[in-house]
């Protein structure tokens, strides 16, 4: 079952840091660091506790969701796309596909170093 990639999905995580998106977001979502769906992930960049915006390319039409970059650069958040919709809502530990979501920030969080460095890896690939 191959995946339709939007080429607007920019910048799209190759499988190794697709990967380690995906068990970030495993373990944020156990830590209750998650938020779930496009307009959650909106209200946490609007609140300003977005550390991370994942998106899927695969969501239809993916014009539903294409305000979260724009919303990203004006708050300076990195974000990034993985292939599939399916494969993010099992890391967010649902059954539903999830076309977006973010990981907010909690001070006192043992997942902190992880999430900086997954933020400086798609940091690059932003430029």
């Known amino acids: 079952m191959s995946v339709q ?13 697709t990967n380690k998106i995906l068990k970030i977001i495993q373990q ?15 209200k946490t ?3 300003n506790i977005s550390e991370l915006i994942i998106m ?7 014009e539903i969701l294409l305000h979260l970059p724009l919303l990203c650069e004006d708050k300076n958040v990195p974000y990034v796309f993985v292939a599939s919709k399916a494969a993010l809502g099992r890391a967010c530990g649902v059954d539903r596909a999830v076309i977006a979501c973010s990981i907010i920030s909690n001070e006192g969080s043992q997942l902190k170093p992880q999430i900086e460095s997954l ?3 798609i940091e690059k ?3």
């Open 28 to 42: 944020a979502a156990s830590y209750q660091q998650i938020k779930k769906g496009a307009n959650e992930a909106t």
């Open 56 to 62: 899927a390319a695969d969501a239809q039409p993916l």
């Open 125 to 127: 690939l932003l430029i």
């Open 5 to 17: 990639v939007n080429p607007k999905a920019y910048p799209l995580a190759d499988g190794q840091l």
């Open 45 to 47: 960049l609007n609140r």
């Open 119 to 121: 933020r400086q890896e």
